[in-house]
């Protein structure tokens, strides 16, 4: 199986340049699915910290790259949408989130915000014991005690992988916008218009500059601090870069 992916036609949540080379690193199977990044695509092309995959591999040999608080030892682990990337020996933590567009940038946080990372539930069901499952949207399986619903967002801490925050979607809630044509938006919800039938329900949200409108899939609750802005009605900026080279 190649280990290479074509630019052309990676996800547009990809922060990578797609006319300069032919081909970037492909992501092993793992979280978020298509969309995630290979981690060597952050430290290479977006922080620059790397200039190859064997400067990579090394870097993670060293056990000095934490992702959602856990030592990574493979390069193409694939990274998404809130997980938390951190360097303790520089004392830099980042949180991945969607950039204008829907692309994926690294947000600078502090090292408390680092302790614990948001997810939104995708599914939930019952389990043998009677407990109940959650499912985030990396593909997270989370075990809780408490009474959440689908489209809800928690957050759960690094170390004991337990629920430390809820925040529910509902009309008033604050969400950032990860796909489509708003992505990067962060506003309130104004309204949840329910579609008769499979298509999927709209969503109005207003913001600074007037609002917008997309499918409840395309939007993410989250905490008014989230962003790291003061404003709760503002684009989520992130820092990304142009892409370098493949070197293998």
Do not use: C
């Not at 999927?200 to 008014?224: A, Q, R």
Request: no cysteine; hydrophobic share 30%.
């Amino acid at each position: 199986m190649t280990k290479h992916q074509k630019r052309l036609s990676v996800p547009k949540s990809w922060p990578v340049e797609r006319k300069t080379e032919t081909f970037t690193v492909k992501a092993d199977a793992g979280p978020h699915g298509e969309d995630g990044v290979p981690l060597v695509v952050l430290l290479r092309d977006v922080l620059g910290y790397v200039d190859s995959r064997k400067e990579a591999r090394y870097a993670l040999s060293e056990d000095s790259i934490l992702i959602n608080g856990d030592a990574i030892n493979d390069e193409q682990r694939p990274i998404g949408m809130f997980d938390i990337v951190a360097f303790p020996e520089r004392g830099e933590y980042y949180r991945v989130f969607p950039d204008e567009g829907g692309r994926l940038a690294l947000t600078e946080i502090d090292e408390d915000a680092a302790q614990s990372r948001l997810g939104k539930i995708t599914g939930k069901q019952q389990v043998s014991g009677g407990d109940t499952q959650l499912t985030l949207h990396d593909g997270t399986n989370v075990i809780v005690d408490d009474d959440y619903s689908p489209k809800d967002s928690i957050v759960i801490d690094n170390d004991d992988k337990s629920v430390v925050a809820h925040f529910p979607y509902e009309e008033g809630a604050l969400v950032t916008a990860v796909r489509g044509n708003h992505g990067g938006k962060v506003g309130e919800i104004d309204a949840i218009d329910v579609t008769p039938g499979s298509g999927s329900n709209s969503v109005g949200v207003s913001t600074d500059d007037g609002g917008f409108e997309t499918v409840e899939e395309y939007v993410v609750v989250i905490d008014e601090n989230f962003t790291g802005d003061d404003s709760s009605s503002s684009d989520a900026n992130g820092g990304t870069v142009s892409a370098g080279d493949d070197d293998e």
